[in-house]
Every structure is written in C-alpha cells, then in structure tokens.
C-alpha cells in the first residue's frame, strides 16, 4: 500500500521534470524560429516616438534583446 503511494509520487515527479524540459525545448525552439521582435518592429517603434534610428541604434537595441532570450 506504502509502496504504491510511493511509485505514484515519484511518477508524478518525474513526469513533471520531464514535462518542463520537453516544453522549455520547444519554446527556445519556436522562439528562434519566430522572435518576438526584429528589426522592422524596433524601426517603426522608434518612428512612433518621432525618431530616426540609425542602424547602429537598431543594431544595439537587437542585440540589448537577444541577451534577454
């Protein structure tokens, strides 16, 4: 009975252990494939707020975000 509890328990654990790296490889995985932001969006950000980028501005503000990820 104490055994069956038991086998529960740690079947529960290592399924959620390997639960969230399964998932945590997918979303790296999509987040690469599809990111949240690129370079047109951080352009038309910075117009929206009356400036003109450069692309050293764009550059930085790409890289700033990639160090996020």
Do not use: C, T
């Not at 999509?30 to 009356?50: F, H, S, T, W």
Request: glycine share 6%.
């Amino acid at each position: 009975m104490l055994m069956d509890i038991l086998y529960v328990v740690i079947g529960l654990v290592v399924g959620l252990v390997i639960g969230f790296f399964l998932a945590r490889h997918f979303m790296m995985k999509y987040l690469k494939k599809n990111p949240p932001i690129n370079e047109e969006m951080i352009k038309a950000l910075m117009m929206q707020m009356g400036r003109k980028p450069s692309q050293k501005q764009v550059n930085q503000m790409m890289k700033s975000m990639e160090k996020y990820m």
